[in-house]
């Protein structure tokens, strides 16, 4: 009875993880994308990437991927921004269709757009691709556009 058990939570948990793939796929890929649009990933962006990815309950489950995860797209922007551009859009507009996922990447790379004291130009183009993206307005979320 005991093994049946512990198979049925294992059974559990992979399920969960293929249900929150695709978010925490966008939401790591969302955050260095902002992260990297001025040509660089500042200490203090990869700190709050770091801290947010550790703090949100949806993602504690996927341990080391998300340091795979992680890699990956940065390894793909550093390659070639364009690149890696696409690939994280592409996973951004998997989760476009559910406004509770594509409200809670929007939020984190808001968040780390925020980290180091102003939202710079280059990140505030990628915020308002990726809000369109997810069908958002940035306004709604406190961010003015310069006319």
């Known amino acids: 009875m005991f093994g049946f058990g512990k198979k049925l939570f294992g059974a559990k948990r992979e399920i969960k993880k293929l249900e929150n793939r695709d978010l925490m796929q966008a939401i790591v890929g ?4 902002v992260a990297a649009a001025n040509g660089e990933i500042s200490r203090d962006e990869a700190s709050q990437i770091d801290k947010q990815i550790r703090a949100n309950k ?29 690939n994280i859009l ?3 507009k998997e989760i476009a269709n559910s406004p509770l996922d594509a409200d809670e990447v929007f939020t984190n790379m808001l968040v780390v757009a925020e980290s ?3 939202v710079y130009e280059a990140e505030l183009k990628v915020l308002v691709e990726v809000a369109n993206i997810l069908g958002l307005r940035v306004k709604d979320y406190g961010i003015e556009i310069p006319a």
Do not use: P, W
Not at 69 to 81: C, D, K, P
């Open 58 to 86: 949806n993602l504690e489950h996927f341990g080391a991927e998300i340091t795979k995860t992680v890699s990956l797209y940065t390894e793909q922007l550093e390659a070639g921004f364009r690149l890696g551009r696409m």
């Open 116 to 118: 180091d004291g102003d």
């Open 90 to 92: 592409r996973e951004i």
């Open 30 to 33: 969302g955050c260095l994308l």
